[in-house]
């Protein structure tokens, strides 16, 4: 199906119009609101005051698995259902998921430092996000190599799905590979169960993360179909010119 | 059915051995690599026993990724992949063909060389048998995966890099396996056939999700 | 054994190259597709083949099942030759013999044809350019198909080779089978149909 057709998803432009900003507010309200709960909830008796950052650690690693599971759906939704939206929904996707991932994988490093005394530490789950964030640069790489977005789009979603099944698979292989290596794991925000004052503030957080995900996502969605209606018009004058 | 499947194979294989420096250039790039790493790391026997198997696996990932790039690529270049997609012979099984010619030219001399190079870095030669155990069950499972990379790259002009980003994560799971039967099959806390046996399952996985997701890439670049 | 495109439109980089196109072949015609550089024949023919995909409309080979693709019942010979440097001549041909499921010529015979039968055992990368298009249209002998789509078959042929490769093309139509092929020069049948591309859109 030629894209150029679809470069008017009029309905969903509309929408995005009103909806980016009103996300936007929603995100700035909620995280502005888990911040300050997060610095009033107690401090972790063993780790003090730097066990906050997990504030921003935790709802990252969330979202960052979250979207690639995103992707994967539309990554079902272009292969199998042919829905035309799907591949620019996974492409706008892309960046922001590394973008959390990475933020995850950060915060992560903080935090073992005055800890562990070394900023890296290899335990299981900082692992296990590593290779995600992997994941997320191969695809942002294969985004950039192919030309054409309906192929691309088609492209990255095979890779996209044969890496679903590899993520249960790597997460068991690195958790076995860290026990043989390291008895002690290194972030537990649990005791014997999280206490709600903890409990709140996270998932405030994650609904806050979530809000500027949904508005970063819709507006670059809305980039990228401008960007396609972009590229046909030149395809376009190019051809007429000869 | 068999007939065509055993032409791809046979095809490629002959062109592997031909072209390019042959089946040894993967061997030699093997020898090379462990021949460095000790340059690197200093002549300290018991470290380089240590890490012996975790290089030797690095190094076959490495080799096996040689060539990964242009198994599709130089049959789209010249028009051959139209052909295999006009015949009757189903685009998964030829996929699973070249990949069996492409681990047989490349995978398997790695196998054989690694207990020499084991040698060299001072595995012990109980271990070396256990190594070469692992790589023969473990790297069919690098070059199936490498297979999807070299489809989802055939198009693009030096895919090497990409196909290798795209592929090396997927590995890890192969690699954390395979390293670790061979460390328990020196003895200590860790089993040796509970990984060995992991890595098996994994080659059996990615030997049929390999080239059905090949195959979908290639039929991709139909626009 | 008809050859049917209905309503085929195929757009490349977002330029449309034909829309709606129409035609028939029957068995024993052959249809020549003319047109400047980029009017879209190699397309056209990618599209019958199903190595590319129409914006719209369909191809069907009357005679077969319904629905069933074109691809198993037609040899498709693009630009490009589909022969390994690295092998030689007969190992090409057997390769092609045996992937497309055999039934013609035997190798030595088919090279004969096309007058490679000294070459047999030469390795492909030695081979001129008009050697290397007759070994492509080797396989035609091999392994018979109905239908026969060629992308500027006489390309780097000779005057001989030319000859060679019309007597070729009538026998294939004797026996009742179909050929479509993309051509800058006249070809040396006595060709039925035309459809000129690249005079904006429709045939």
């Known amino acids: 199906m030629a894209f150029y057709e679809l470069a008017n998803p009029h309905r969903f432009m509309t929408l995005a119009r009103w909806l980016v900003p009103v996300c936007a507010a929603a995100a700035v309200a909620l995280l502005a609101i888990g911040l300050v709960l997060g610095f009033r909830a107690p401090a972790d008796y063993q780790q003090g005051e730097t066990v906050r950052i997990m504030y921003i650690h935790v709802p990252a690693a969330w979202l960052g698995l979250g979207i690639y599971t995103l992707m994967a759906i539309a990554a079902l939704g272009t292969l199998v259902w042919r829905h035309p939206l799907a591949d620019v929904a996974a492409k706008a996707a892309a960046p922001i998921g590394a973008g959390f991932t990475l933020i995850c994988l950060l915060t992560g490093a903080l935090w073992g430092r005055p800890m562990w005394g070394a900023y890296w530490v290899w335990d299981a789950r900082l692992t296990s996000m590593l290779v995600l964030f992997l994941l997320y640069l191969g695809i942002l790489a294969l985004w950039r190599a192919i030309e054409e977005p309906g192929q691309a789009g088609r492209a990255v979603a095979i890779l996209t799905l044969v890496g679903l099944i590899n993520v249960p698979i790597v997460k068991f292989s690195v958790d076995w590979w860290n026990t043989l290596h390291q008895p002690a794991s290194v972030f537990r925000i649990d005791g014997p169960t999280i206490h709600p004052a903890i409990l709140t503030p996270l998932l405030v957080m994650a609904l806050g993360f979530a809000a500027l995900f949904l508005a970063l996502h819709l507006a670059a969605m809305r980039n990228e179909i401008l960007r396609r209606r972009v590229r046909t018009l030149r395809l376009l004058a190019a051809a007429e010119a000869c | ?223 | 054994m008809r050859l049917i495109a209905e309503k085929l439109t195929c757009v490349r980089g977002g330029r449309t190259l034909f829309r709606n196109l129409q035609f028939e072949v029957a068995a024993g015609r052959v249809l020549a597709i003319t047109g400047p550089n980029g009017a879209g024949k190699s397309s056209l023919l990618r599209l019958i083949a199903g190595l590319l995909r129409p914006a719209s409309g369909r191809i069907a080979l009357e005679g077969g099942e319904p629905g069933q693709p074109v691809g198993p019942f037609a040899h498709f010979i693009g630009h490009l030759d589909a022969t390994k440097g690295a092998l030689r001549a007969s190992e090409n041909l057997e390769f092609m013999q045996v992937l497309l499921g055999g039934g013609g010529q035997t190798t030595g015979e088919a090279l004969a044809a096309l007058g490679l039968d000294g070459l047999a055992d030469v390795p492909v990368r030695m081979f001129s350019a008009g050697q290397r298009r007759r070994l492509a249209l080797a396989r035609l002998l091999v392994a018979p198909r109905p239908l026969w789509l060629l992308d500027e078959p006489t390309t780097a042929l000779d005057a001989e080779g030319q000859e060679t490769f019309a007597a070729l093309a009538a026998k294939h139509l004797a026996g009742g089978g179909l050929i479509v092929a993309a051509t800058h020069a006249p070809l040396k049948i006595p060709s039925v149909q035309e459809i000129r591309l690249g005079t904006g859109g429709a045939a």
């Open chain 2, 1 to 223: 059915m068999i007939a065509p499947l055993r032409a791809v194979f046979l095809r490629d294989l002959r062109i592997a051995f031909r072209v390019g420096g042959g089946a040894g250039i993967g061997v030699v790039f093997f020898l090379a690599l462990v021949t460095v790493i000790p340059f690197a790391v200093g002549p300290d026997l018991p470290l380089l026993a240590r890490i012996g198997p975790a290089v030797l696996w690095i190094g076959a990932l490495l080799a096996s990724l040689l060539g990964l790039d242009r198994i599709f690529s130089a049959d789209h270049e010249d028009g051959s992949l139209d052909v295999m997609l006009l015949a009757p012979a189903p685009l998964e099984l030829i996929a699973a063909a070249k990949g069996a010619a492409h681990w047989v030219a490349t995978g398997l001399p790695l196998v054989i060389a690694a207990p020499l190079l084991g040698l060299l870095l001072g595995l012990e030669p109980a271990l070396l048998g256990a190594i070469t155990l692992t790589l023969l069950l473990g790297t069919p499972a690098l070059t199936f995966l490498g297979l999807v990379g070299a489809a989802l790259a055939v198009a693009l002009p030096r895919g090497g890099l990409l196909v290798a980003v795209l592929i090396l994560p997927l590995t890890i799971p192969v690699l954390i396996f395979g390293v670790a039967a061979t460390v328990g099959a020196a003895g200590g806390p860790v089993p040796f056939d509970m990984p060995l046996r992991l890595v098996g399952a994994l080659s059996l996985v990615t030997f049929v999700i390999g080239p059905v997701a090949a195959a979908a890439a290639i039929r991709n670049i139909r626009d």
